[in-house]
């Protein structure tokens, strides 16, 4: 009988997923001894998992509750199968990713800080900020008090299930997408990832949903945020290392662009780093995936995986195949 050990923040009722046949070890973040089992739902937090995993023996089969698991093969080795949760936090970062963009857009945060000043007037800031936000300096009668994603062009770097939920939310904006991934696609379009400064200049709103790569270290940098047009959004819910954060610094000081981040380099974001004051930015502190429905999507997906595992299917899933 296969034994899965599971951690112990999985709520009770979450473990009935598994198939029946095997045998459920609860861990505790630091076992007070070795633990043999021979597969390992960890923790979804890497710092909690990564204290277990020295108490663990015979592990062959990885099922992570999360889809980021570049940190999982360097820890367990490569004689160890590992399989992603990819699709368990889709919805909330794809709706995270549609409430940001309408949030900057519409200068939410700007006016959640007219609200606590109690000073209705100072609406009449806003004018300024969109002309020197996007270099619009025409006298535009109304003022300008937000803007409209409707009609807007919006590149999505990455395109797997995330990025395709994004798409799927901004249809009714009625926004041209631009797409890019590793390789290019025709149909739908996709661009291939050496495309990618060819098409900055073109999007009102870049975001970023890629994993965290050797290859897309500082996808963006310097000459990329000197790419993106005047005003132009930059949407990071990928990880923070797909950004170089002293540049973005530099590019949003400049006030030429503005940004949104769910994810920072360094994460998590120290007191006093410059990021925390730069102007046109809204942070958030890598809360895009954590909805109620998280846990229970990402047990009924490992479970679905340990069932292919036991019945000697291909496992759908898989990002390191044990050696």
């Given at each position: 009988m296969l034994r899965v050990g599971y951690p112990e923040t999985l709520l009770p009722e979450l473990s009935s997923e598994f198939p029946a046949g095997v045998e459920l070890v609860c861990l505790p973040e630091q076992p007070d001894r070795d633990v043999d089992i021979d597969v390992w739902v960890p923790d979804a937090y890497p710092s909690r998992a990564v204290r277990t995993w020295p108490h663990l023996r015979g592990v062959r089969l990885v099922l992570a509750l999360v889809a980021g698991t570049e940190w999982l093969p360097g820890l367990v080795g490569p004689h160890v199968t590992v399989c992603n949760a990819q699709g368990a936090h889709n919805i909330s970062t794809a709706e995270w990713t549609i409430a940001v963009i309408l949030a900057m857009l519409k200068n939410f945060p700007l006016f959640f800080d007219i609200q606590q000043s109690g000073r209705w007037k100072r609406r009449f800031e806003l004018p300024?900020?969109?002309?020197?936000?996007?270099?619009?300096?025409?006298?535009?009668?109304?003022?300008?008090?937000?803007?409209?994603?409707?009609?807007?062009?919006?590149?999505?770097?990455?395109?797997?299930?995330?990025?395709?939920?994004?798409?799927?939310?901004?249809?009714?904006?009625?926004?041209?997408?631009?797409?890019?991934?590793?390789?290019?696609?025709?149909?739908?379009?996709?661009?291939?990832?050496?495309?990618?400064?060819?098409?900055?200049?073109?999007?009102?709103?870049?975001?970023?949903?890629?994993?965290?790569?050797?290859?897309?270290?500082?996808?963006?940098?310097?000459?990329?945020?000197?790419?993106?047009?005047?005003?132009?959004?930059?949407?990071?819910?990928?990880?923070?290392?797909?950004?170089?954060?002293?540049?973005?610094?530099?590019?949003?000081?400049?006030?030429?662009?503005?940004?949104?981040?769910?994810?920072?380099?360094?994460?998590?974001?120290?007191?006093?780093?410059?990021?925390?004051?730069?102007?046109?930015?809204?942070?958030?502190?890598?809360?895009?995936?954590?909805?109620?429905?998280?846990?229970?999507?990402?047990?009924?997906?490992?479970?679905?995986?340990?069932?292919?595992?036991?019945?000697?299917?291909?496992?759908r899933n898989a990002v390191q195949v044990g050696n």
């Open positions: 300024a900020h969109y002309a020197k936000i996007t270099g619009d300096t025409r006298p535009l009668y109304p003022p300008v008090m937000i803007e409209e994603l409707t009609g807007k062009t919006v590149l999505l770097a990455g395109y797997g299930s995330i990025g395709k939920d994004i798409e799927r939310m901004l249809a009714p904006f009625r926004v041209e997408v631009l797409r890019v991934a590793r390789n290019a696609r025709s149909e739908p379009r996709v661009h291939a990832v050496a495309d990618l400064d060819a098409l900055i200049p073109q999007a009102h709103v870049i975001v970023l949903i890629v994993p965290s790569t050797a290859e897309t270290r500082w996808l963006i940098d310097a000459p990329q945020l000197a790419l993106m047009r005047h005003g132009a959004l930059l949407v990071n819910a990928a990880r923070g290392p797909v950004v170089n954060t002293d540049a973005l610094v530099a590019a949003l000081q400049a006030g030429r662009i503005r940004a949104a981040l769910d994810v920072t380099d360094p994460e998590p974001l120290p007191e006093g780093h410059p990021l925390w004051s730069c102007p046109n930015l809204f942070i958030t502190p890598h809360v895009g995936g954590s909805s109620p429905q998280f846990s229970p999507n990402a047990v009924r997906i490992a479970a679905g995986e340990l069932r292919r595992y036991m019945n000697g299917e291909p496992l």
